[in-house]
């Protein structure tokens, strides 16, 4: 039987500043630190208010999380249309506060099977998006696609970086340079050499 309780709007700033405090504890302590109490605290706010906006716990995971998906195929997409889109997509692999959020979401899905729906859902997305991107470029630049098909391209630049990140973040660093440096020489024959940051406005 479903509940009538009223459910907070999904725009409401309350309900942001929730979802941040929870992404906030996720990176910082562990998925496993959430909870209603730890995430109004973080928020200042009263933990009664977390079940006014979200029913359950899973429900606060998955807003967070698709919150997070729709933020991060937005900009996957402004970077596969860039004309540095391999370069593009090693460089948002790097982050390494995306990557420690992925972990903990990977971390849960072992025992929240709602996400590691959402996780597979995203996933695939991502890799369809990729894959099509990577197949006209690599085919612009006259790569044997038989060689070099799109979509390993696409597994190993991601989970390349995601491995390198997760390694960092228990202190290994054996191989780490020597790897990039070896990505880094593929990716100039491919895409071209870095391109300087563009200047901020205002700047001199």
């Known amino acids: 039987m479903s509940s009538n309780r009223r459910i907070g709007l999904e725009q409401s700033k ?9 992404e906030t504890v996720m990176r910082e302590e562990g998925y496993a630190a959430v909870s209603s109490r730890r995430v109004a605290s973080r928020a200042g706010l009263k933990p009664q208010l977390v079940h006014y906006y979200f029913r359950t716990m899973d ?3 998955l807003a967070l999380f698709q919150r997070r998906t729709d933020e991060g195929l937005a900009r996957h997409a402004q970077a596969l249309e860039s004309d540095q889109p391999l370069r593009a997509m090693w460089e948002i692999s790097r982050d390494p506060e995306g990557t420690a959020v992925i972990m903990e979401f990977s971390a849960l899905a072992n025992h929240r099977k709602v996400i590691a729906a959402e996780i597979q859902r995203y996933g695939e997305k991502l890799r369809e998006m990729q894959t099509t991107a990577f197949t006209r470029h690599l085919a612009a630049r006259g790569v044997d696609l038989e060689l ?5 391209v696409s597994v190993l630049l991601t989970s390349l970086s995601l491995f390198l990140r997760m390694e960092d973040g228990v202190g290994i660093s054996a191989g780490h340079a020597e790897t990039e440096a070896l990505v880094e020489r593929w990716l100039s024959q491919i ?11 205002g700047a001199e």
């Open 191 to 201: 895409d071209g050499a870095p391109r300087p940051p563009k200047p901020t406005a």
């Open 14 to 22: 309350t309900r942001a500043l929730l979802l941040d405090a929870t």
């Open 59 to 61: 429900d606060l995971f």
């Open 148 to 152: 070099y098909p799109p979509a390993i």
